[in-house]
């Protein structure tokens, strides 16, 4: 009898990058003597072979059209030797052999509208989440968050002039994509979710509701005879995690959700230990379309660091040599016991929550 055949794993994961080189960085993989930047927005590798690449970095508004995608690959084809790759923040970066190769290649990409930059000391593009575009739970537009800022920091990202370099992101809830960054700007509910009743029984599976909620304060109910949910508003932290597997429990507002800035994150073991952000500024209205008073408060932060820092020192290292009352001072945002929460009080909500104990 024949043997049954095992079934191959399919793998949709990310293929290998290694075929998408060019040409110089496979030859040179691992291989490198030294790299430096003559200007901000290119990097200058050199391989212990005596091959040479240039890097041109320039920034993209991360979700782009199809005919973006095509300027930039023409420009590719034309401009470098057809070799793109994108960084983690969203920035495009063509390769070339050829130090001449540089100057038309930068003049093009300004040109049709890509500022060259994101090296060194700068202010990075901002990381930021799918919004609207394929997340079921924002609360609002990401990517018209991070447009209004980066026009305002534009010339930030081009220039190398900040102490260290600076990472910026914005989230569009308060659950998830956040990360750690020098500074981000998340959303912020202010008030429990409002439920429409009429809804819940047709739209949401019941337990997996109140098993979402991190602070165990869903609990199952009848209302008008009709299966339904109701919450504990004393203890509803209002992080919005109830919205994603059940719609009608409407958590965003165009009042009440706001945005709140967190600063002093940062990922990398460099100089100094990573870091958790904290909250410094919260109840700043949503406002679209250019976000004022989110950009003031940012700017304020990011320029009172860069006159204030000293050489080499990350956001997070600035406020711990001169410590949080000083932050406060110097940035004049003003103080409230709301801010800076170093979680000290998370014993208490979380062990009320039916699946984290501590
Ligand atoms: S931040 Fe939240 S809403 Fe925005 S994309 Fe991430 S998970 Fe979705
Ligand atoms: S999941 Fe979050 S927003 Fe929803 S009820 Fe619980 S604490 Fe409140």
């Not at 095509?70 to 983690?88: M, N, P, S």
């Not at 001169?322 to 014993?347: C, M, N, Q, S, V």
């Amino acid at each position: 009898m024949a043997q049954p055949q095992m079934r191959k794993a399919i793998e949709s994961g990310v293929p290998d990058n290694k075929q998408y080189l060019h040409p110089l960085l496979a030859k040179n993989y691992g291989n490198w003597k030294y790299h430096d930047r003559p200007r901000p927005g290119v990097l200058h590798h050199v391989a212990h072979t005596g091959d040479e690449v240039w890097t041109v970095r320039a920034g993209t508004q991360r979700q782009m059209d199809v005919y973006t995608i095509r300027k930039l690959c023409d420009i590719a084809d034309q401009y470098a030797e057809g070799h793109v790759r994108f960084t983690i923040r969203s920035n495009i970066e063509y390769m070339v052999s050829q130090e001449s190769m540089v100057a038309p290649l930068i003049e093009e990409l300004e040109k049709n509208g890509f500022p060259v930059g994101g090296t060194g000391n700068s202010i990075s593009m901002m990381a930021h989440t799918q919004g609207w575009l394929h997340c079921d739970i924002p609360g609002t537009d990401a990517s018209g968050v991070v447009k209004s800022l980066m026009d305002e920091l534009y010339e930030e990202f081009k220039r190398e002039d900040m102490p260290n370099r600076v990472h910026l992101s914005t989230s569009c809830c308060e659950i998830n994509c956040g990360g750690q960054a020098d500074l981000a700007i998340i959303i912020q509910h202010t008030k429990p979710p409002k439920i429409n009743h009429d809804l819940v029984a047709n739209a949401c599976e019941r337990p997996a509701v109140v098993a979402r909620c991190p602070v165990a304060a869903i609990r199952p109910a009848l209302v008008n005879g009709k299966p339904s949910l109701e919450v504990d508003e004393k203890k509803c932290i209002c992080c919005g995690a109830c919205y994603p597997p059940c719609p009608p429990m409407q958590i965003n507002d165009p009042e009440h959700s706001k945005l709140a800035i967190w600063v002093g994150g940062k990922n990398s073991n460099a100089r100094a230990k990573p870091t958790f952000m904290k909250m410094v500024a919260a109840g700043l209205p949503n406002n679209p379309p250019r976000w004022t008073e989110v950009g003031e408060v940012v700017k304020k932060i990011l320029y009172t660091y860069k006159d204030d820092a000293r050489p080499w020192e990350r956001l997070s290292d600035w406020i711990d040599r001169i410590g949080w009352p000083r932050f406060f001072e110097k940035t004049g945002l003003p103080f409230t016991k709301y801010l800076i929460d170093d979680w000290r009080g998370a014993r208490v909500n979380l062990n009320a929550s039916t699946h984290i104990r501590f």
